[in-house]
């Protein structure tokens, strides 16, 4: 069956194929710079909530817009196509460690707002921002054990994620979504819940988002926490017909490279996206990593150069600084070769 035709970011596919278009870097990273204290975290209407909410991201799309707004504006200057909405932790699953799970659906209406407003900001008719509704992994895991001693043991059902990211992707797309970004994926069984999500969501609605699917190598063996290499970790998504499929975080892009060049080779009829950490943690840099801009954005270059790439950005540690020097970097090179038609040829398929 032909998959619709996209109702949201219909302009993608072909920027994808004329150029590598830009992601933002992180949000986390960004926030850190601010120095916020418990009182930015809980402003007027959380000040008598029982837990400590210091951490808690999501919440500063209620607290301290300012904060947010400011960030997407930095990258979207930093010449970010894509930028992500401050959501990797805004589901019910994530929020019920603080006890703020009722607020999901909200958060996420909150965040896509804001970013909506930014990429409106900036958006040309020869340069148009997307928003990326971001759908984090939770901090639980369909597949695996949390007990050594049973390994049948869970933690959360299949349906309850289901309906967490269910209650997230309506969220997201009542605020102002464009496409959604199923990220840092350590549990296939989890993605799978968000894809589901999403193609009901999706089918209720009438419409029709384009989905990109990012997966976390978490050592060098070259496999997600649940155990797949990236070839089996393709395979296992493919169905879901993604606008592009990656790879984020974990590694940084020195050890990433073999997995996104196996990526880039077995994932043949659709986009490859790439947004890496700036290295290895590194507690005693000012963004808590490795790399400067300038390392990071000559790795990605070479990605580039090799032919692997379609969408590039940064993950934790990465600044606006790193994605104007990824942006300038690549920027000379052309998208991976062929994706867009074999992307169209997946599609009609």
Excluded at 146 to 170: G, H, K, S, W
Excluded at 223 to 252: D, E, M, Y
Aim: glycine content about 8%; hydrophobic content about 40%.
């Amino acid at each position: 069956m032909k998959t619709p035709a996209y109702t949201r970011a219909a302009a993608l596919p072909a920027i994808l194929a004329q150029r590598i278009a830009i992601l933002d870097g992180a949000m986390g990273t960004m926030i850190q710079r601010y120095k916020l204290v418990e009182a930015d975290y809980r402003g007027e209407r959380f000040q008598d909530h029982p837990k400590d909410l210091k951490g808690n991201n999501e919440l500063l799309q209620f607290t301290r817009p300012d904060v947010i707004r400011e960030i997407h504006e930095k990258y979207l200057a930093a010449g970010a196509d894509i930028i992500e909405t401050n959501t990797f932790g805004a589901t019910s699953v994530a929020q019920e460690d603080y006890g703020l799970a009722p607020l999901a659906r909200e958060m996420n209406v909150a965040a896509a707002q804001l970013a909506r407003a930014a990429c409106d900001k900036f958006s040309t008719p020869d340069k148009p921002r997307f928003v990326a509704g971001a759908l984090g992994p939770t901090p639980r895991t369909a597949s695996i054990s949390p007990d050594v001693n049973d390994p049948a043991a869970r933690n959360i059902t299949f349906d309850e994620l289901r309906a967490a990211y269910r209650e997230q992707a309506e969220g997201l797309l009542e605020g102002g979504a464009d496409l959604f970004l199923v990220e840092t994926i350590f549990d296939t069984l989890n993605a799978k819940a968000a894809i589901f999500a999403l193609d009901e969501l999706m089918e209720d609605s009438g419409e029709r988002l384009p989905v990109i699917i990012s997966g976390t190598v978490t050592d060098a063996s070259g496999r997600i926490l649940s155990g797949q290499t990236v070839t089996a970790f393709w395979h296992s998504v493919r169905h879901a017909k993604p606008i592009a499929v990656g790879l984020n975080c974990a590694l940084g892009a020195t050890l990433m490279r073999p997995y996104i060049e196996e990526l880039s080779r077995v994932a043949g009829d659709t986009f490859i996206s790439c947004y890496p950490n700036a290295g290895l943690p590194n507690p005693m840099s000012e963004t808590g990593f490795d790399e400067t801009p300038e390392i990071t954005g000559g790795l990605l270059e070479e990605f580039a150069r090799a032919g692997f790439l379609n969408i590039a950005g940064g993950c934790c540690g990465t600044t606006p600084e790193h994605i104007a020097e990824i942006a300038q970097r690549v920027g000379r090179y052309q998208p991976r070769c062929c994706a867009g038609s074999l992307f169209g040829a997946l599609q009609a398929a």
